[in-house]
């Protein structure tokens, strides 16, 4: 069951990546064609925002490619830590190029460099936002499904840069309607202070998860439903959960009937491990330990 949760995770994280990909070529050449003839920073640094998406992109389908290893002498528990490692880049690469945008904007306003873009600034920004925004909502849902921490930190960078577009566009209408000269310059000052909440974001959900934090509520309280189901455990404590890559690691101890033979205790643990793996989305390794049902062992 787990190989047909990863086959099917990996299916769905390729196609949308490429979907990804796909779309950040187009809008990289159409943003820094624009951008450049109309003397529009924003949409440059916007540009830029994109091509940092295709490498992204292309990170999270390494961090799948290894991640997917199977486990093996060397790395017993599997390579799944590779997809955090993948996730950790990309926040990573976030912050370097929010800081990136900030300090380009900041040169221009302190040489006095006034950019007044024309209106195909502001359709290819609206394009954009739309676009970005939808592979947003696609990314995001595909990564929530499969519990795949590389992809949702390529989500939520597909989602700055469609801010990073709204960005643009407010700065356009601010020289446009206010006659502010530095408008395009600041925008892409708030996009990069975007970026860069978004990178910090994601970089310390990679730091939990690699100082073994338990998986998500949601997750275990699932768990929690699908042990007290079963009728043949009487009490269980010493459930513990941890999480590497899109596995879940699971250990727990149950007691059961204390005049029951081995041969019986022990389908009690495989009904339980079958329950878990077919009812929890993502893939799980199970640990269980029985224990006979006596007072002086419920905790």
């Known amino acids: 069951m787990n190989d047909d949760k990863k086959t099917a995770a990996g299916n769905a994280i390729k196609s949308v990546t490429n979907i990804g990909i796909a779309t950040n070529i187009c809008l990289l050449a159409t943003k820094l064609a624009v951008g450049f003839f109309s003397g529009s920073i924003a949409l440059v640094a916007d540009g830029l925002h994109s091509l940092s998406d295709i490498t992204t992109d292309v990170a999270v389908l390494l961090g799948y490619h290894f991640g997917s290893k199977e486990p093996d002498t060397k790395h017993p528990y599997g390579h799944g830590r590779i997809e955090t490692f993948s996730a950790g880049f990309i926040a990573f690469f976030l912050i370097c190029v929010g800081s990136a945008m900030i300090c380009y904007a ?15 600034v502001l359709v290819v920004a609206i394009i954009s936002v739309v676009a970005k925004e939808l592979l947003y909502r696609l990314t995001r849902k595909v990564a929530i499904k499969w519990h795949s921490p590389a992809l949702y930190a390529n989500a939520w960078h597909q989602r700055s840069d469609a801010l990073s577009s709204v960005a643009v566009v407010a700065g356009f209408l601010s020289i446009r309607w206010f006659g502010f000269e530095y408008g395009d310059q ?29 998986a998500d509520s949601s997750t275990i309280e699932h768990i929690k439903r699908i042990i ?72």
């Open 228 to 299: 007290e189901s079963d009728s043949s455990i009487h009490h269980w404590h010493k459930l513990r959960t941890r999480t590497v890559g899109r596995e879940v690691f699971l250990d727990l101890h149950i007691l059961v009937e204390p005049d029951l033979s081995v041969t019986a205790a022990h389908q009690i643990t495989e009904n339980l491990e079958k329950a878990l793996d077919e009812q929890i989305t993502r893939p799980i390794n199970i640990t269980i330990h029985i224990e006979p049902d006596t007072p002086e062992l419920r905790k």
């Open 106 to 120: 900041a040169i221009d306003i302190a040489k006095g460099k006034i950019a007044k873009p024309g209106m195909p």
């Open 186 to 214: 600041l925008a892409a000052v708030a996009v990069g202070l975007m970026i860069i909440l978004v990178g910090i974001h994601i970089a310390g959900d990679c730091l939990r998860e690699l100082t073994e934090s338990a």
